[in-house]
């Protein structure tokens, strides 16, 4: 069992930035990858972003592709999300999630077996 908590989530100002960070408390990243997903009220989950641990591969959804950058932090055994530019539409629960899917696979939900409770996140105008 991998138990996820994200953190970061809070109120800004659009044009403002966030930095979303992952953490597991159970064990280390090293052979999955971190996604990061987002749910806004009666949306489904939208991909925004993944990385392989091992190796460093990234993939980056189109609904935040150049404002945002998924990264990893081996000290703490975090990955973080760096967001920018944040606009409105970018409310939502931000949720981290950990799986083994290829490359092409990262952006569907259903390659990742474990996942956080969310962090919200809320861009005023």
């Known amino acids: 069992q991998v138990q996820l908590v994200e953190s970061g989530g809070r109120l800004v100002q659009a044009g403002g930035s966030l930095r979303l960070s992952c953490a597991s408390s159970?064990?280390?990243?090293?052979?999955?990858?971190v996604g990061w997903f987002r749910q806004a009220p009666g949306k489904e989950r939208e991909f925004v972003a993944a990385?392989?641990?091992?190796?460093?591969?990234?993939n980056y959804g189109d609904s935040m592709k150049g404002r945002v950058t998924i990264s990893k932090d081996s000290t703490k055994n975090t990955v973080d999300l760096q967001m920018n530019s944040l606009k409105p539409e970018d409310s939502a629960v931000y949720y981290c999630a950990v799986g083994r899917p290829i490359i092409s696979s990262m952006p569907a939900p259903s390659s990742y077996y474990y996942w956080g409770q969310g962090t919200q996140v809320i861009v005023s105008i």
């Open positions: 159970t064990r280390t990243f090293a052979g999955y990858s």
């Open positions: 990385l392989r641990w091992s190796g460093g591969n990234r």
